[in-house]
Each structure stands twice: as structure tokens, then as C-alpha cells.
């Protein structure tokens, strides 16, 4: 019978289950169309009634019989352009989301004290609530009493199955040590409400014990690696993640310490939009500052001699240890080896005791911080090594000794590359006079034996007495001929009898690497055209490096002089005399240097490893007086260094006033220095900075081999995830600039048994030939090797760069919980819980259900059921009819 009931009303077996039935009609007429329908079957009505009453002697009986069954035939059929249908009302209830953040960062893994008075109290309500002993909870990180704690145990439950029970859960982890290879949120566990996880094990568990090896796998996977702590962009992505569900809350699970850039209005930002969302945020870690120290930069050249002192400079950094006594060691190994895990105990080439310096933290009110530099010399002799083993590439590392009470102490070194060569750099010094600017440079050059060999002709001075050299580099004149310029292939000056001053044999040097001007003055048969064509043939040819300094004697007449040419042609810059009132001017200030983004990034300039650092210190250097004036800046040239001062431009495109150009002429490079003042850098760190300008331009102009291809990336130590940009400067074999669109930069790891090479495509920069530049992104700690195919240049003449890639040190320069930011992010103060208040949240979030409505409706106007109606009352009708003798 319920089958017949089922086709004849056209059901489907639970059509009309989930809720309340009832008819109703759903035609979607308006009110004037059923009204006139409703008129419509008044007047049908009427008429059948009328009809029938005029049906002659039929009994009133029949009559009445044959009308009401017309009538309902009418009424049925209006009742069905009403559309009759069966309507089961339905009802839903929606549980919402709650989304819980989970901090993975670095700063996760740190292992709290909980010493200080305030800590205190923490430790012990911690301890408690996990179960276990206060000695004990300074082995656990963060991160592990974070899982702890959403796990659960046998005493305790888990936070998330309280929360379980009434919401509906996703665990979402952010912060990732693979930036560009994972995304910075990623979804841990999501659950949906009174989750099977949580579920007995058997139905003879005991009560209320639930399944914890899920959630345990689940939460294996936070490794509190993540390189940087993004507090605003966590809830954005992870929002992203879940988007068209309906989110009743957010748990913000961290210990508060952000380190991106301007994280306080980042967050702002991100609260803003998502203000109408509850926001819950439970704090981890000891808010008390720790005693740490840090190792923020080493610096030493990058080339040093075997047998030369090298000075080293290392920049570290204490917080609240301001008086202790600290113990800096400097060691080394060779590129393709790896420190040795007890390194602490071994023998260190250099090392100083020094008195940690510092003053009040103003950011952390009775907590103390301070940087310091502190210098190391050492012999680069190695006389545990044979000559071959002291040569080659080598990584120095600069430790600090970790003091008691310091707990981390991964920041405790850095590390730099350096090269060790045993040869030495032969420059030829060329002054008109015995200016300030000369006399502090030759004395640098000639103090310094290990690593130059200098000649010097000081235009000015007697022949015989006053021309200073180094042993075997002593000039009676200045080179006639290419060979003299050239290397000879002798160690030592050799005697000329061809040639003589003053009746003396003349002495004929071994070759130049370097040759620097300052300011020289034309003279006949010394510093005249034919020197000038042997300077220009020198530098293009042959590879050699030119440096000139510009000074207000000479410089604007010389470089002015068609004479000159040979020397005019080789500079990057083309000048123009000063008038007497800029003369004047440039006595009475003077004016900072501006670093270019060329600057930023070139050897010569790069006197810090930090981008910001190398800026500041160029911006306190003590800036010139007196400035060549600047006619235009050749195509070719790259400007490192401009004045300030905005009345001095360039007459062509009125550019800022270039005081440090270089550029490439032929196989050679020549540097510009368009102000004669570095000797007023003495005082800098005792004369540190200008020593290391001075060897930065002469180890840049040294024709070293490798010239045909050189790598430069503005530093040597990077962070994992750190955009490295990279610039490439490339000539072919007969060193003409390359003009291929892309260059293919192979990445090496020396560490690694198998060489795998990573392949980076470097885009040619345009309008400057031969010169490529592009962006790498390492995924990995380590030490890296940055080169190219030997098809390309053989490896001898490849400049390859040596980069280092570690864990960045944002994340343990404070390692201090910060619950200020906690409380900033929550919606209410008592939404912001400490660690041992965790289980708290149940109660503080509310349950608020979604009733959502619905209903499911049945037509019966097409069914089967309304045509066997109609059909039966017309037949009835038709039957009565014939019956009572009606037509």
C-alpha cells in the first residue's frame, strides 16, 4: 500500500523526513493575479451551477450530484495553477570554527630559567599543571610544553578536546625554515565537533582516557626552526586557508617576539581587519631579558699574504652582562673542510680578553646593553702547515666565549672568507708634491712589507735621496718602456746600462700591479706623453689597475690637456675647472658622502657586512672640503660615491657630483677619487677604516688572473630565506664584454661528498654590456661556492665568490617572551592567558551555534494522485449523466 501511496504522489523513500510537513501553495503569482484567478473560479462556479439549474425536469438531487462534481473539477484544476505542494521544514545547527595559531619558530625552542623574582610564581603554576617538577622545567623548550599541553595526558586532558566539544577546530603552524619551498602557514589538524580522535580506545577504556598518539604524530611535526616570526601575516594567510567557514575565534599560541620589520603596525593593521573576530592569545616563555652574547660581524680582507699580519675586526654585542670578562678566539679551516665540534678546546690562532662594555636597555627598564669592536692580529705564517696547505681559500670563525648563565649560545661566532696568497702587490706611487694625502699613503703602503712592494716618485723631490721604495723597488725615473711597466719576470730592480741619470746606471723594476696618481704634475722626460701611452697601453692591454686622485693644483689643467689624452681616455669621469668662488665654498664646509645602490655593493665600498651598517658609516665619515667639479660621467663607469652638497652637479644631466667612479678599460680597471682627504679618516677606529679603504681600491685594481668573470653579492654572510642579489661582471677570452642575454651562475656546496651544482640564469642589465644581475633565495644552511661553467672561463680567471648561508640570528637576538604584544593582540585583557591558564580558553570562548533553515518541498499539482482526480470526477460526472438520460 505504501509503494501505491509513494507513486501516486511521486514520493522517493525519506523525501519527507527531517523535520515538521505541511501543504501550502507555492505558485509565485502576484496579489492581482490570484485575485483574478480566484474570480476566474467564482465565475466558473457560478456558471455550473446555473448550467445545471437549467438542466429541465432533471430531480434537484442529480442536479445537485452533477454540479458539486463540475465544481470540483473547476476547483481543483484553479487549485493546481496554484501549484499545491508538501513542504518539510528543515533545521541545521552550524558549530563554528576556532582557529588556533601555533608559533614555530627559533624562538620556540628556547629553554626558559624562570630565575628572576617574578618568573618565579610562572615556573611553579607551569610545573604544576604539567606534572612535573620545577628542576625539570628548564629542559623543556616552549614548543615542547606547548605540545604538552595540547595533547594532553593521562592527568590532564587536552585543551583541544575541551574545545572539541562544542567548536569545531583547526590547528594551523606558522613560521617555516624552507622559505619558498613551504608556505609560511600550513594546516596541522582540523577537526570537526566531538572529533573520533578524541573517542575511548575500546569500549573497555576507562572512562574519560582518550587516544593521544594522533595528536602526538600531529604535533611531531613543529620543529621550532622557523627562520622569523610574522605575528600579523600568521592570522592573514591563515585565514586565506580557511576561507568560507565561519569563525567564532582565534588562539594565538606563541611567545610574542616578532621579528619582521615595523611588526607593531603590521599587527595594527591586521587587527583592524579582523576586529569583528574574538582574538585569544596565550602567552609562552620567560618575559625576563637572559644574559647573552653575540658575534655580529667579523671583518679582514678579503686576500691576505702568507707570512703577513692580518688585522681583524669583530663586532659583538651583550645584553645584561655590561663588567664581565669575555674571551674573543679567532680559528680557521679550510674551505672545504668543517669546523670541529669541540672547536672551544682546540689551540685559536688569535685571541683577546676584553671588558664587556654597555649601558641601560631603554626599551627593557633595569636591563643593560652594548656593542663593541674588538681587534685581532695574527701572522698568517702557519708553521704547523706546509707552505701548499697555507694557501688557497679559508673560512675564519671569531668566537666569543659563552660566560655562566647564558643559554644560547648558537650566536655566539661569525665568520668570514679570505684567500691566502703568497705574493705580493707591486705598486707604483706618483705624487707632484708631498701633500697630506701622499705622505699618509706611502707610509701605509711602505709599513706594510708583506703585502706591497712600492715604488715611489715624488715629482718634487731629489732623485737620489728622497724617492722612497720597498727593497728592490727604488726608481732613479719613471718607466720608458712597456717592459717596465709590465711584469719583467724578475723578483728585484735590475740595472740598466743603456741608460743612465747623472751618469748612474738606471734602475729598471719588476712591473706594477697598482698604479695610483695623486694630483701629478707634466713633466719632459717623465710624467709626458710618452709615459701616458705606455699608462694607457698598461691598463687596456695588460690588465693593470690605474687609481687617480684628484687634488686643486693640478688635476683640472692636466685632465683638461689635449696632451693628455691617453690619461683622459682611461678615466671614468671627465672634469672641468672649478671657478673661483666654488673654490672658495669649498673651505668653508664640508659635505657627507651619499652611498650609491652601486656603492652599497662594490669591494671598494664595503666597509661593513651589514647594508645598513656600511650606509651609517659612510654617513659619519668626515666628508671633503674640496671637490673636483664634474663635467658628465661616461657610459662605462659605476659611481660609488657622491657629494651631497646640491649645488655641485655635472654639467651633462646635472647628476650629483661623483667624488668615487670606477670602471673597466680594456682588460684594466681604473679608479676615480675625486677628493684628496681620506687622511682626515685617521682617527676612525685608530686608522682601521682608512687602512681598509686604501686596501680595498688596491686589491680591486690588482690584476689578479681571474678578471675575466667576477661575482659580487654586497656580502658574505646570509640569512636562510634572505633575497641574495647577485651581479655578475663578464668578459670574453680577449676581454670584450659579453653580450649573451642571460649568464648561468652554478652554485656549489665544497662541503658536499657529491658536487651538485644549482644553475641560476643572471639577466643582462641593460645599457651596461657585459654585466648581469639577479636574485637567489637559499633554502639551506651552509657555505656555497658562487661560479661559472669553465666553458664560459677557465677557473683561474674566475673571480668566484664564497658566500655563507646561516640560520638568521632575528629570532635569538630577543629570546624573552613578550606578553605585551600578546596583550596587545587580544580582544579584552582577560582575553590574554599566560601558559599555565591555557585550559581557561574552554570557558572563555562561547558556544554560539548557527541555527540555520531550510526547507524541502513536494509539488502535488504534477503527480499521478491530481490526474487520477480529475479524471475520476469527470467520469463520475459523465456516468451520472448518462444515467439520469442527460446529454
Not at 669592536?373 to 666565549?401: H, I, P
Not at 722626460?525 to 701616458?532: I, R, S
Request: charge should be neutral; charged fraction near 25%.
Amino acid at each position: 500500500m505504501t509503494d501505491i501511496w509513494n507513486w501516486m504522489l511521486n514520493l522517493t523513500p525519506g523525501r519527507l523526513d527531517g523535520g515538521p510537513a505541511r501543504l501550502a501553495l507555492t505558485a509565485e503569482w502576484n496579489n492581482y493575479a490570484k485575485l483574478g484567478l480566484l474570480a476566474l473560479a467564482a465565475l466558473l462556479v457560478i456558471a455550473a451551477i446555473q448550467c445545471y439549474r437549467r438542466e429541465g425536469p432533471t430531480p434537484p438531487r442529480v442536479k445537485a450530484i452533477l454540479g458539486g462534481l463540475r465544481v470540483l473539477v473547476i476547483l481543483l484544476i484553479v487549485l493546481l495553477l496554484f501549484k499545491p505542494a508538501i513542504v518539510v521544514e528543515l533545521s541545521e545547527k552550524l558549530h563554528d570554527t576556532v582557529l588556533v595559531l601555533v608559533d614555530d619558530s627559533m624562538s620556540m625552542a628556547t629553554q626558559d630559567a624562570y630565575e628572576t623574582e617574578n618568573a618565579v610564581a610562572l615556573k611553579g603554576r607551569l610545573a604544576k599543571r604539567l606534572g612535573v617538577s620545577e628542576s625539570s622545567l628548564a629542559d623543556l623548550s616552549r614548543s615542547d610544553i606547548l605540545q604538552m599541553l595540547l595533547v594532553g595526558d593521562e592527568t590532564h586532558e587536552s585543551v583541544l578536546k575541551t574545545l572539541n566539544e562544542k567548536h569545531e577546530i583547526e590547528v594551523v603552524g606558522f613560521s617555516t625554515d624552507r622559505p619558498g619551498e613551504e608556505p609560511y602557514c600550513r594546516s596541522l589538524l582540523s577537526l570537526p565537533r566531538n572529533s573520533a580522535l578524541f573517542a575511548p580506545e575500546s569500549d573497555t577504556a576507562e572512562k574519560g582516557e582518550i587516544e593521544t598518539k594522533p595528536l602526538k604524530e600531529v604535533f611531531a611535526a613543529l620543529t621550532a626552526m622557523g627562520h622569523a616570526t610574522d605575528l600579523s601575516q600568521a592570522m592573514r594567510s591563515s585565514m586565506d586557508l580557511l576561507q568560507g567557514r565561519r569563525i567564532s575565534a582565534i588562539v594565538m599560541l606563541s611567545d610574542g617576539q616578532p621579528t619582521n620589520s615595523n611588526a607593531e603596525e603590521h599587527l595594527k593593521s591586521a587587527m583592524e581587519s579582523l576586529q569583528s573576530i574574538p582574538r585569544y592569545t596565550v602567552c609562552f616563555g620567560d618575559p625576563t631579558p637572559p644574559q647573552n652574547l653575540t658575534v655580529h660581524s667579523l671583518q679582514m680582507p678579503r686576500e691576505a699574504r702568507v707570512g703577513g699580519r692580518v688585522e681583524v675586526l669583530v663586532t659583538i654585542s651583550q645584553r645584561n652582562l655590561t663588567g664581565e670578562k669575555a674571551e674573543v678566539k679567532l680559528y680557521r679551516r679550510k674551505l672545504s673542510e668543517k669546523f670541529p665540534e669541540d672547536l672551544q678546546s682546540r689551540p685559536s690562532i688569535a685571541s683577546k680578553m676584553v671588558t664587556l662594555e654597555g649601558e641601560k636597555d631603554p626599551a627593557s627598564p633595569g636591563q643593560t646593553r652594548g656593542g663593541q669592536s674588538v681587534k685581532l692580529k695574527f701572522l698568517t705564517k702557519d708553521e704547523t702547515l706546509a707552505k701548499a696547505n697555507s694557501l688557497g681559500e679559508f673560512v675564519y670563525r671569531a668566537t666569543v666565549t659563552p660566560l655562566p648563565g647564558e643559554r644560547n649560545r648558537d650566536d655566539n661566532y661569525g665568520e668570514a672568507f679570505t684567500k691566502m696568497t703568497d705574493s705580493k702587490i707591486r705598486v707604483l706611487l706618483v705624487s707632484s708634491d708631498a701633500g697630506w694625502e701622499y705622505r699618509y699613503l706611502r707610509n701605509y703602503l711602505l709599513r706594510q712589507p708583506d703585502v706591497y712592494r712600492v715604488s715611489v716618485w715624488q715629482q718634487n723631490a731629489d732623485v737620489e735621496v728622497n724617492q722612497s721604495a720597498s727593497n728592490g723597488m727604488k726608481l732613479t725615473r719613471l718607466p720608458r718602456k712597456l717592459k717596465e711597466m709590465i711584469d719583467s719576470g724578475e723578483d728585484d730592480a735590475k740595472v740598466d746600462t743603456t741608460t743612465s741619470v747623472k751618469g748612474k746606471p738606471d734602475t729598471i723594476p719588476p712591473g706594477y700591479d697598482v698604479v695610483i696618481l695623486y694630483d701629478p704634475e707634466p713633466e719632459t722626460g717623465g710624467f709626458d706623453e710618452t709615459f701616458l701611452k705606455l699608462l694607457n697601453t698598461y691598463v687596456t692591454k695588460h690588465a693593470g689597475g690605474l687609481c687617480y686622485i684628484a687634488s686643486s693644483s693640478n688635476t683640472e689643467d692636466i685632465l683638461r690637456d689635449p696632451a693628455a689624452k691617453d690619461l683622459i681616455d682611461l678615466l671614468p669621469v671627465a672634469v672641468e675647472r672649478n671657478s673661483d668662488l666654488e673654490r672658495l665654498e669649498g673651505r668653508v664646509k664640508a659635505w657627507p658622502f651619499y652611498l650609491t645602490s652601486y656603492g652599497k655593493d662594490h669591494p671598494i665600498t664595503r666597509m661593513e657586512p651589514n647594508d645598513r651598517d656600511n650606509k651609517d658609516l659612510w654617513e659619519l665619515f668626515p666628508g671633503p672640503y674640496r671637490t673636483q667639479k664634474i663635467a658628465r660621467v661616461k657610459p662605462s663607469a659605476r659611481v660609488l660615491l657622491e657629494n651631497s652638497n646640491p649645488s655641485r652637479k655635472t654639467r651633462s644631466k646635472n647628476l650629483a657630483e661623483p667624488l668615487l667612479a670606477v670602471h673597466s678599460s680594456g682588460s684594466g680597471r681604473v679608479c676615480y677619487v675625486g677628493f684628496d682627504e681620506t687622511w682626515r679618516w685617521r682617527f676612525a677606529e685608530d686608522g682601521y677604516y682608512y687602512r681598509r679603504f686604501w686596501s680595498n681600491i688596491i686589491r680591486y685594481l690588482a690584476p689578479l688572473q681571474a678578471r675575466q668573470v667576477s661575482i659580487a653579492t654586497g656580502g658574505d654572510r646570509f640569512g636562510v630565506g634572505d633575497e641574495i642579489r647577485i651581479e655578475v661582471e663578464a668578459f670574453d677570452d680577449e676581454f670584450k664584454p659579453m653580450t649573451a642575454n642571460v649568464f648561468p651562475l652554478e652554485i656549489s656546496d665544497p662541503n658536499t661528498k657529491v658536487k651538485a651544482k644549482e644553475t641560476l640564469q643572471l639577466k643582462a642589465i641593460a645599457d651596461k654590456p657585459g654585466r648581469y644581475r639577479g636574485v637567489w633565495q637559499p633554502t639551506s644552511i651552509g657555505t656555497f661556492v658562487l661560479g661559472c661553467d669553465k666553458k664560459i672561463a677557465p677557473a683561474s680567471r674566475v673571480a668566484s665568490k664564497q658566500i655563507l648561508i646561516a640560520r638568521p640570528q632575528a629570532e635569538t637576538r630577543r629570546q624573552e617572551a613578550n606578553p605585551r604584544v600578546m596583550a596587545s593582540l587580544a580582544t579584552r585583557p582577560d582575553y590574554a592567558l599566560s601558559a599555565d591558564a591555557l585550559d581557561a580558553l574552554a570557558k572563555l570562548i562561547p558556544n554560539r551555534p548557527l541555527i540555520r533553515k531550510d526547507a524541502r518541498t513536494h509539488s502535488l499539482w504534477d503527480t499521478p494522485l491530481v490526474w487520477i482526480l480529475i479524471v475520476t470526477l469527470l467520469a463520475c460526472e459523465w456516468w451520472f449523466r448518462k444515467r439520469n438520460n442527460l446529454a
